[in-house]
């Protein structure tokens, strides 16, 4: 988890106390008055009077100098610790903002243990479909995709190609009109060369630029990109599969998503993600709703990890009632991913405004985010 910049506390500032300082001057009156009066007596001084009065004016003169220069160092010192303030305070508000960036996804689209068709994975939460029972090969417990035939690597690449044919489904009244800044890509070369290939066959120019994604953190880059380099109507399209993720122990379900970039009034805002390294989860998940603006808890909260789920009961992002694992299998390095897309459609195709989500990740980490439907942005 990463946390907000934290700046050294400033002492406050001390009143200045009037009594204490009237008492001090009185007493060093006291003592000039006394030294004054013991040399006099002492010694033949023609104009007593004029030292005894200058023996009250002058520690007066003294004490006044030394409190001016301790005024002014006082302001001095308030007035540098107010610009550090200002500093910090702009700082911390600069790194919000930062962290707060989202990026509009426009659609987005999941083919893994329940087929291709995207109506059956929109009702998934309410009809709750039994899931498929998995088969063993090579040792690994797996859930195959029933769209897809062959072996590992074709089936790769026909899942880059269901892909591709979906996207281009769901674009057909704008086909003329689609340009792709960026592809971002989890898989392989010649999955991705299969989806720019298909899109190529339907006069869809290839991609400016491609970014493999390899592990959560290219949700970062996604998203500083978008803003870095963005261009007006130029679509960015986030996808791949878990085909070739390892997994050592557990069950991988064979899954491919696709996001499409592209900001418009239905769009639903995905912000940054936080990672949890066994930090407190309350803390963590309200870092995400603060990413995301929302006062509320989101309407509704969903994992695709049991474990992960359980570690969030206590916070805004109880998911409980909302577990899929078992059309998603344990974790891999696509979980977040996956539960992006999964939560973006489930949300799109049910009205639902905002949505948290959570998935498992590597070495029994647990992430976590927050997307919603912001027709202001």
Not at 41 to 54: A, G, H, P, Q
Not at 224 to 234: G, Q, V
Not at 258 to 269: H, V
């Amino acid at each position: 988890m990463r946390y907000p910049p934290r700046y050294p506390e400033f002492s406050q500032d001390k009143p200045i106390n009037w009594k204490k300082l009237l008492k001090w001057m009185l007493i060093l009156i006291g003592l000039s008055l006394f030294v004054t009066n013991v040399i006099s007596s002492n010694s033949k001084v023609e104009n007593k009077y004029f030292i005894l009065i200058s023996s009250i004016f002058i520690p007066i003169f003294i004490s006044s100098f030394l409190f001016l220069i301790y005024l002014f160092l006082k302001t001095l010192n308030n007035h540098n610790n107010n610009l550090f303030k200002k500093q910090f305070d702009d700082d911390n508000k600069k790194w919000w903002l930062y962290h707060s960036a989202s990026i509009p996804i426009k659609d987005a689209i999941i083919i893994g243990s329940l087929g291709e068709n995207q109506h059956k994975w929109h009702q998934v939460l309410k009809i709750r479909p039994v899931s498929p029972l998995p088969i063993i090969e090579d040792g690994q417990e797996r859930i195959p995709c029933s769209a897809l035939i062959g072996n590992k690597k074709n089936r790769e690449e026909m899942m880059a190609k269901l892909l591709a044919d979906h996207f281009i489904n769901g674009e057909e009244n704008n086909i003329d009109n689609i340009k792709i800044d960026n592809i971002y890509w989890k898989g392989s070369q010649s999955s991705l060369n299969k989806f720019i290939e298909h899109l190529k066959s339907h006069h869809i120019l290839p991609p400016l630029k491609t970014i493999f994604i390899d592990s959560v953190n290219t949700l970062d880059t996604i998203i500083d990109n978008y803003y870095l380099h963005y261009k007006a109507k130029y679509y960015n399209l986030v996808g791949g599969s878990n085909i070739f993720d390892d997994i050592n122990t557990g069950r991988l379900a064979e899954t491919g998503f696709l996001w499409t970039i592209f900001p418009n009034k239905d769009a639903y805002y995905l912000h940054r993600c936080e990672v949890s390294n066994n930090e407190n989860t309350n803390e963590l998940a309200s870092q995400i709703m603060k990413y995301s603006g929302i006062e509320n808890s989101p309407e509704v909260n969903i994992s695709i990890d049991t474990q992960a789920s359980y570690s969030f009961l206590s916070t805004q992002l109880y998911s409980a009632d909302n577990i899929v694992q078992d059309y998603f299998g344990n974790s891999s390095c696509s979980s977040p991913f996956l539960a992006i897309s999964f939560s973006v459609l489930h949300c799109m195709n049910n009205d639902i405004s905002s949505c948290g989500w959570i998935s498992g990740y590597y070495n029994n980490q647990y992430i976590a985010g927050v997307i919603h439907k912001d027709e202001n942005q």
